[in-house]
Each structure stands twice: as C-alpha cells, then as structure tokens.
T-cell receptor, first 111, second 113 residues
Framework: RKEVEQDPGPFNVPEGATVAFNCTYS??????FFWYRQDCRKEPKLLMS???SGNEDGRFTAQLNRASQYISLLIRDSKLSDSATYLC????????????FGSGTKLNVKP | DAGVTQSPTHLIKTRGQQVTLRCSPK?????VSWYQQALGQGPQFIFQ???????QRGNFPDRFSGHQFPNYSSELNVNALLLGDSALYLC????????????FGPGTRLTVT
C-alpha cells in the first residue's frame, strides 16, 4: 500500500468553478502535511502547509482529518493559471526529514 | 538570491554506465535531499544529506549513493544504470531546523537507453 494516495484525475473544470482534491495517508504517526503544485516539466513548489485546524490562503483552503487520515484542498474561483498537478505530501514523525509524495492530481481549468 | 541549481539539465546514458548529478542548494541552506520522479508519479525520496553525512534514506538500492561537500553542495551517483532509472532527478534544499520548507531545483532528466 502506498504511503500517500491521490486520485490522478484529470479534473477538467471551467474558469470560476470550485474544485476539491482529496488525499489519504497510511501512517497514523504522520506529523506534517503539505500541498505542492507542479507545472508540466517543472519542479514542485510548496503551495501551502496543512494544519489541524484547517487553513486558508486566498482562494485555497486546506483541511486535515487525522481520524480518517485524510487531507483535502479546495480551490475556489478557478483560474486558467491554476492548471497544474497538485501533490499531496506527508512527513512522518519518526522520519522527520523524509517526505512522502502522492502521485498527484491533475487539474485542467478551461476557458 | 540564487535558488537551487542542478546540472546537467538533461543526460542520456546507456545501461550499465555510471552517472553523477550535481546540486547547489539555495543560499543559506544546509540540507540537501534527492528525489526520483518517474513519469506520471510523485517524487520518491532517495536520501538526505546534512553536515556531509547521509541522514535518511528511502527504499533505493546501494547503486544510489551521494555526497555532500563543505559548501553544502551535493552529488548523486548512480552505478550500473538500468532502464528503470530513467526519470527526473530532483534536488531539494532546506534548513535543518526548518526541514518542512523545501525548495526544489529544476531537476535533471536522465534517460537510460
């Protein structure tokens, strides 16, 4: 079983739509959670950290459910520039420097 | 402020050969992690270097080895290349105390024929 699982998509949405991605992780000892964005043939870039209380950054909202070992990312008012692959990332408590990446969810925002 | 740099950008090797990839961390960073990203997959952790030592290692064979230099730059070496080693190799740098804040380089695309 993979440490981090994501729906690969693609999610095809019109501009202005709201879209949500989910991610599950297998190790209940996981400590830190992140969403990264990766554009085609580019390196991953940190989008946001995910806190237990949930957090928001502009149009982006991240939620963590430790009981269900589930992380989500909500994007409101989608822009064409949001088209990318979104990677869910988990860092485990005992391996404080080892990050586990999901395979990513591809988002295509259409005009 | 220079970000993470990697060289070369692209590389083609044949099976059985050896390859060395290079990474210079972001200015001020002391920790370098290496990842392998196969097509359509997320990055997979190979290992991490801090204070010139390998601190953590993922599920990669001993054919994958590395080094960190006193200036914090790092090399990834892969011996006895296999076709399955074809991937994008990403270097990420961070500060040891803020290891959750990683910055990735543009990667080296390795093709093994």
């Amino acid at each position: 079983r993979k440490e981090v699982e994501q729906d690969p998509g693609p999610f095809n949405v019109p501009e202005g739509a709201t879209v949500a991605f989910n991610c599950t992780y297998s190790n209940s000892a996981s400590q830190s959670f992140f969403w990264y964005r990766q554009d085609c043939r580019k390196e991953p870039k940190l989008l946001m950290s995910v806190y237990s209380s949930g957090n928001e950054d502009g149009r982006f909202t991240a939620q963590l459910n430790r009981a269900s070992q589930y992380i989500s990312l909500l994007i409101r008012d989608s822009k064409l520039s949001d088209s990318a692959t979104y990677l869910c990332v988990v860092k485990e408590r005992d391996n404080f420097n080892k990050f586990y990446f999901g395979s990513g969810t591809k988002l295509n925002v259409k005009p | 402020d220079a970000g993470v740099t990697q060289s070369p950008t692209h590389l083609i090797k044949t099976r059985g050969q050896q390859v060395t990839l290079r990474c210079s961390p972001k200015s001020g960073h002391d920790t370098v992690s290496w990842y392998q990203q196969a097509l359509g997959q997320g990055p997979q952790f190979i290992f991490q270097y801090y204070e010139e030592e390998e601190r953590q290692r993922g599920n990669f064979p001993d054919r994958f080895s590395g080094h960190q230099f006193p200036n914090y730059s790092s090399e990834l070496n892969v011996n006895a290349l296999l076709l399955g080693d074809s991937a994008l190799y990403l270097c990420a740098s961070s500060l040891q105390q803020r290891s959750y804040e990683q910055y990735f380089g543009p990667g080296t695309r390795l093709t093994v024929t």
